[in-house]
């Protein structure tokens, strides 16, 4: 090699090692850190990739056949509230002929569990129906006398929420805006003003807020459609998705609209945005994706054409659309990393799962107990089936491991993920991971250069195998990383038929 390459080489690797330092450390801080996004990620190399999870469907833990209830319930909003969950729902029923028939009401219903899976609805007393107010019929009525069309309610963590507002929510007046409510029991309900509080958007959804603590500020997330000059003419726009914010919960910023760098514009209805409660800086959103696939011999070849046909008879997408479970995640609260591949699908049940109006995600994350004993608890999202068809549908709880949306992953060929530079807290390093029988995980802790640093260098990395929710890392010369707290390292994860979800610094 000549001496002018040489050093051409030289300088280009001295460049390169200058910009590899000088990258802004990331503050991770004693945080759990996931792999839902690539904002941690320097260099990917080998076999590795990132890849979405998918959950493991379960039991039916519902089923809408009571005579307020129907076919067309749906907008689940479940939470843990203390020693209980909550459940919140709209009841409703289609009836289908030569048109699309509402035969009663909208209401917002309740179901109480204490472990997430098996559910009951409690006699409220308060809302008649058919001459009956043995129900649990939460409301039906806006106090204006409008239908309640969305409710959707969570637990005010704002440590100044006064005792009175302890619960909140939105309700939607259609095509107009959205009211707030307050609730000192999430029960009994008053509105807080008599105005409609956010106005700019269509609401024909699941609109939601929450406190956030990381920014101690309200954020809601509600739709919207967001014209092109393309279907100008032909349709309101795509349907998309705003938040705002706000500090009392009655005066809101002007809404802006969500980005997903690197993804397609598609139709998305609920967006089910909330903080993931082990790492709240981080926001997680199951969004539903709404696609028209026409006709064509595979939709004709899913299960009930005949009612198919009958429903495309009143409108063509009714028949030809459909719906599916999507994933995103993001830290800004606006810009979302949203994943092409559908986190729920259809799946193997075309008779109640092929359909405009299924797979719709609930807003919540909750724990439940695993079916194997001893095992630690997993999170549980569930999905309403059968939408639009017979006197009923059914609520399924799907499964995955905490922190399990997205893995580092990598096949026994092998792989690597390199992080940005970090700055921690504490002086243990664990990880959420699975591996294969003969697969493993080894980590480098190197420099801000990408120097490996003594002692931490891979050779000195134990290969950990196994499957745990927080396994603590170690070297030959023992796991405390203290002395490298506060510094900018990089962490170098080598994977063999392995996934990542998490790391996590924390003081043992």
Known sequence: MNRTLTGCLLLLALCSASVWSQLSPVEVGS???????EFLIEKIRGAARLQLQRPTPRDVVLVTDRPWEGNACSLFTIFQDGGRYRMY???????????????????????????????????????????????????????????????????????????DARYKAFSRERDKGLYAWKSPDGIHWDLMTDKLVITKGYFDSQNLAFWDPVRQEYREYHRDFKSTPELAEKTHGIRGIRTSTSTDFLHWTDPV???????????????????????????????????????????????????????????????????????????????FRRWEEAFIRPGLSPVDNWVYGDNFQNWGLVETRSQFAGAPKELSIYVNEGYWRGESLNLRRFTLRADGFVAASAPMAGGEIIT?????????LSLNF?????????????????????????????PTFGDELAREIRWKGGSDVGRLAGQSVRLRFILKDADLFAFRFQQE
């Open 434 to 462: 699975s591996t294969s029988a003969a697969g493993s995980i080894q980590v480098e802790i190197q420099g801000a250069d990408g120097t490996p640093v003594d002692g931490y260098r891979l050779e000195d990395s134990s």
């Open 89 to 163: 729902y709209r009841g409703w029923h289609f009836v289908t002929s030569t048109t699309l028939e509402f035969p009663r009401r909208q209401v917002i219903c309740y179901a109480e569990s204490l472990d997430g899976i098996r559910w009951y609805r409690p006699n409220l007393g308060m809302v008649e129906f058919e001459g009956s107010t043995e129900n649990n019929i939460l409301l039906d009525r806006l106090p204006a006398g409008g239908e309640v069309h969305t409710f959707v309610p969570f637990k005010d963590m704002n440590p100044a929420a006064s005792a």
């Open 257 to 335: 609209w969500l980005s997903y760098p690197g993804a397609p514009e598609e139709q998305l209805y609920i967006n089910q945005i909330l903080p993931y409660y082990r790492a709240p800086h981080i926001l997680l959103g199951f969004p539903v994706r709404y696609i028209d696939r026409g006709w064509s011999d595979s939709m004709r070849a899913l299960s009930g054409l005949e009612h198919r046909r009958l429903r495309a008879n009143i409108s063509t997408r009714y028949g030809t659309a459909l719906s599916e479970g999507l994933f995103m995640a993001g830290r800004d609260r606006v810009s």
């Open 420 to 428: 940005r530079p970090l700055i921690f807290e504490g002086n243990r």
């Open 31 to 37: 945080r759990l850190e996931l792999f839902a996004d």
